[in-house]
Structures are given as C-alpha cells and as structure tokens.
T-cell receptor, first 111, second 115 residues
Framework: EDKVVQSPLSLVVHEGDTVTLNCSYEVTNFRSLLWYKQEKKAPTFLFMLTSSGIEKKSGRLSSILDKKELFSILNITATQTGDSAIYLCAVLIQGAQKLVFGQGTRLTINP | KAGVTQTPRYLIKTRGQQVTLSCSPI?????VSWYQQTPGQGLQFLFE???????NKGNFPGRFSGRQFSNSRSEMNVSTLELGDSALYLC??????????????FGPGTRLTVT
C-alpha cells in the first residue's frame, strides 16, 4: 500500500527560528512529490519536486527531494506568524493521477 | 484567472439522505480530482476525471460516485449518507502536461455535516 509519512506531526517555534519538515514515502510508482500549505481552508500549492538533489526555492521556503532515500524536506527560514499552518506532503502516483497525502505537520509560530 | 470553485461551501444533511457537490475547475484544466479530508484519516483520494471519464478511483464504497461534464465541471454524489461521511470534500484541478508532471490546485472545499 502506498504510504507517505510526515514528521514531526506538530511543531511549535518562535518567530525568527528556522524549521525543517520531513516527508518520507513508500509508493509503487512515484511520479513527483508536492508540498502544500493549508490554513483554514483549501491547501495551497508550494512546490513540486521530480528530480533528486535539485532545490526548489520560493522566498524563505525551500525544498529538496532524495529519490534514493525516499524523502523530502521543506525548510522555512526566519519564520513569521503567518507561516503557522498545516504543511502537507503528497506523492503523485504515476499512471493513477492521484495524490497520496501524509498526515501533515501542524506548525505554530509564536511571536 | 479564477481559481477552482466549489458549491455549496457548507451543507448539513441527515443520515440516509443523498448529496451532490459541484466543482468548477480552473479555466483550461481538464482533470478534476476529488478528495475527502477528515481529522482521523487526513486527505484521501476519491476519484479523478479527465475528458468526462473516470480514470482512477480510491478505496471508497460505491455510495460515492461522480461525473464530469463536457465543460470539465464535475459533480460528486454520496448516497445513503452515514455519520462517518461528515468531512471536508476538496476538489482539485490540473492541466496535464506532456510529461504528466502537473500541480493540482485545490478549491475551498465543501464542508458536509451528517446528523
């Protein structure tokens, strides 16, 4: 069975800290890995990673994929209270056109 | 460009009833996927439609069904509602690229409560 596991499940840090969120996966037909941020409603797209070792960056957020070790990390530097959200990792299954999601990491940034 | 829209946003139904939810994808997107989100199970894939055909289905009972119209709008139907069907139902649309690598963009969801 396809499985995506995120850690930690919950994280509380102070504004300005740097955080690293982890995502490991075990799937039959990997196509790509996606990160989403979910606040009160719909998940919003952050990154899609297909190739190993290539860092994707958007402002203070960055992510990288390791296809040999089957994991990805999402880094957020100089965190702000607006970064408080649930961060979801998902794997796109090739041929099935479906996303398999992890449980999410609830990130809380305290001022 | 308008995002994915879903209607209604909130719905309260009674056990045994049926419900139809609607999703309009981003203009030009032809693939629509549906997901169920609950606190216990997280986000789970229901099914995916492309060009009016269901291409993939998740592990949900036959009470969950869907369809897609020629304009790519999609509906999902849940019959004989159970308390456990209470969830946030999310629709996502995507534009399949030549390589198959494409992001799914989510709508705001329909919050269904079954009493």
């Amino acid at each position: 069975e396809d499985k995506v596991v995120q850690s930690p499940l919950s994280l509380v840090v102070h504004e300005g800290d740097t955080v690293t969120l982890n995502c490991s996966y075990e799937v039959t037909n990997f196509r790509s890995l996606l990160w989403y941020k979910q606040e009160k409603k719909a998940p919003t797209f952050l990154f899609m990673l297909t190739s190993s070792g290539i860092e994707k960056k958007s402002g203070r957020l960055s992510s990288i994929l390791d296809k040999k070790e089957l994991f990805s990390i999402l880094n957020i530097t100089a965190t702000q209270t607006g970064d408080s959200a649930i961060y979801l990792c998902a794997v796109l299954i090739q041929g099935a056109q479906k996303l398999v999601f992890g449980q999410g990491t609830r990130l809380t940034i305290n001022p | 460009k308008a995002g994915v829209t879903q209607t209604p946003r909130y719905l309260i139904k009674t056990r045994g009833q049926q419900v139809t939810l609607s999703c309009s994808p981003i203009s030009g997107h032809r693939s629509v996927s549906w997901y169920q989100q609950t606190p216990g199970q997280g986000l789970q894939f229901l099914f995916e439609y492309f060009s009016e055909t269901q291409r993939n289905k998740g592990n949900f009972p036959g009470r969950f069904s869907g369809r897609q119209f020629s304009n790519s709008r999609s509906e999902m139907n849940v019959s004989t509602l159970e308390l456990g069907d209470s969830a946030l139902y999310l629709c996502a649309s995507s534009l399949p690229g030549t390589g198959g690598d494409y992001e799914q963009y989510f709508g705001p969801g329909t919050r269904l409560t079954v009493t």
